[in-house]
Structure formats: C-alpha cells, structure tokens
C-alpha cells in the first residue's frame, strides 16, 4: 500500500508549521505510525493556530547554541529536536505553531528535510528550509508539482522513541482492586506435571462458573496475558491506595475452551470439567500454576505529544520504579505516578521531578534552629498511559539522583 504526497507553493514569511500544512491538506495530518486520521479544523481554529505560528517563542527562551539550520535524520525525535532549539522543550508547540486543543500532532516532519531558525521581530520560529528559485514579485517559491510515493510505514518522526515505552502499552496493568485479579481465570496445571512454564509450552486454565473460558466460534484464537501478585500502589503523600499493579508474566493464546466430560466407573456415570487449553507465546518470567489471566486490550497507535500541563499539578508524586527493587530512578526507566485521569492527567504531559530538600539543623547562627532547603529540580517526565488515579511515565531526563517519593510539579 503506498500514499502519495504533492508538493505546494508557500510564502517564504510565515514558516510552514504542521498545522499550516494540515490546513493545506483539508486537515489531513498524522495520528500516529502507519496511519493517518482527518481532523475536523474551524476558522477558529485555523486562525488560532496561524496566530501562534506567527507569534513564536521569545528569543530569550531559545537554547544557548540552537542553531540556525538541520537537516532532520533518522532516528530523531521531537522532542530531541525541541531540546537542540529550546531551554524547556515542553514549549515546543509553540515553536512549532501548534494548537494543542485541537490537533492531536499536526506535524510531518521527515529524515531529509531541512529546518530553519527564524529569529526575526525577536521571536522565533521554526520552518521548512526555504527552497531555490524564488521568483516574481512578493517572494514567491514556485514548485513544480509532482507525486512522491512513500512507503505506508510512514517516516514521520515520533515525538519521543516508541521503542521505551512500546511494551508498556499492553504488559503492565493497574487495577482498581484486588478482587478483579482473584476473580480472572487461573492456570491450574501443565502437561507432564510440569511446574514452571515458558514459551512453547502448553498449560491448561479455568475461568469461574459464571465466565468459563469459551472459545469463539469463529474469529482469531484470542490472546491473554499472564499476571501474578498485584502489588499495591499507595500515595507516599496522603496514603491513599491507588491501584494495584499487577506482575506482568507472558501471553498465552487459548487453543480450547473449558468443557465437561461423562465418565463411566463401576457402573456410575460422573461429569468432570476439563479446563480450557492454553499455549505460552511469549515469556517474561517463569508461569506457574495459580497465576492468573487477563484479556489483552486492543492494540492503540497513540501519538504522543510532549507538552505542559494547562491546569496546577498539586500534590504530585513518584510511587514507584516498575519492575526494579531500588528507589534511585535512571534516564529512560518508566516509574508510575499518583495522578491519574481524575486529576486531569493526559497521556503527554510532561511534568518536572523535584528532588524534596532535605532538613538541616542550623548552628552557625549560635543557636539551633531546623531549616528545610529548598526543592531542586532533578529531572523531567512524560505521561504515556493513564488510569484512574495513577499513570505510568517515561523518564525524558535526569540531572540529579530521583527516586521515588519526589514530588512533581508543573515544568
């Protein structure tokens, strides 16, 4: 399957923003890898974003040794080339010309192409590399139309590397309570007696007498992921139980469903139930007899949009470093958080950690006194995936030592 791009005449006065663009193309823009939605644009909207294009971000806010031309590469990000231009890249769409409460992710920006810095009236603004042969009046860059077919993988730069938080889009889960993991079907034994099971090996489940484990007449084999212990999530500020973090183990795919079968033994008839068949396709940790099962949720093609929160984070919180023992958190780890949707939490919000200043006792004055020093920023974090009262986040950046207990605030 392959999609086919034109190329248009542009003014070289305004730069050419995603958004621009987007209106050019009746609102045609990317919703994410390999695929591409049509968001709906007003004049309202259309003349909001045009405003921000033109308006920029103060020269002040640029960084120190942005430059004033790139030529975009595989493997870059937004985000990354947000931090080459900007102090606080989480100010990007601004540099961009974005409308963040319309447009999901507007841009289209390719390995190739070429960005410039255009710092004139003391803002600055990001754009296409102007092209040559500009002629007539009014400065016009006159291009001839042709077709470019591309591949429908789509290039498009991602906003942040999908590769860090792909798994965690489908493995991880937190549930409101504990009663939903007791309740989900049970793997209940193995061929051979065996124990411990992983990928290629085939176990045997159960579900409850109310939901057995059913296979659809018709349809693919269904996927279910394995989970054991959901641990759970409090608040280190107020306490509160958040959710419960379930340990995610493997997939297996169910083979055949539960049924029942008449014995006869000393001239009586007996029913047995014969648990549902399942087969281990991926493995994590070693699968045992009394973990229990999950559906697997419909794989999501989100495109993420690093950027500030609209409304006061109060309250913020790391709980905790996924799948790791210590408290001290590395650049790329994913960490959950206390905010949720019910905070107002979007997958993109980038928020700042704050390292929580210790308490001192002040002698050098000739007397006593206890003094908390002041929170430092350590680092910063992006949202990808929310729910009720918690979220789990990618950590962007570290300049510090955090770990979990500190506190998060607005960037």
Known sequence: MKKVCLRFSVRPQSALTGIALASALGGLVAAGPAQAQNYPITPAQRA?????????????????????????KRGDTLWAISKMFLKSPWRWPELWGMNLQDIANPHRIYPGQMLYLDKSNGRARLGLRRGDGATGSGGTIKLTPRTRYESASDLALPAINPNLIEA????????????????????????????????????????????????????????????????????????????????????????????????????????????????????REEIRAGDRLLPEPPRQLVSYVPRAPQQAIEGGRIVSVYGNAVSYIGQNQIV????????????????????????????????????????????????????????????????????????????
């Open 336 to 411: 959950s958080i206390n905010k949720g949707r019910r905070d107002g939490i979007e997958s993109g919000h980038v928020l700042a950690i704050l390292k929580n200043g210790e308490t001192i006792i002040d002698r050098t004055g000739g007397t006593r006194e206890t003094l908390k020093l002041p929170n430092e920023r350590a680092g910063l974090l992006m949202v990808f995936r929310t729910f009720e009262k918690a979220s789990y986040a990618l950590v962007l950046e570290i300049n510090d030592n955090p770990r979990a207990g500190d506190l998060l605030a607005n960037p």
């Open 48 to 72: 909001m974003a045009q405003q921000t294009a033109q308006q920029g971000v103060p020269l002040s806010e640029l960084a120190p040794n942005a430059p004033d031309e790139y030529t975009v």
């Open 168 to 283: 965690f889009l489908t493995e991880p889960e937190i549930l409101d309570d504990e009663a939903t993991l007791a309740a989900a079907p049970r793997i209940v034994g193995a061929n051979d007696n065996r124990v411990l099971l992983t990928r290629g090996d085939r176990a045997y489940a159960r579900g409850t007498p109310a939901a057995p484990l059913l296979l659809a007449e018709d349809g693919p084999l269904p996927q279910l992921r394995v989970f054991r212990s959901a641990t759970p999530l409090k608040d280190p500020g107020t306490g509160e139980i958040l959710g419960y973090e379930a340990q995610y183990l493997g997939k297996v795919r169910l083979e055949r469903g539960e049924s029942s079968e008449t014995l006869q033994q000393d001239g009586k008839s007996s029913t047995m139930a014969v648990p549902a068949t399942v087969d281990v396709v991926a493995a």
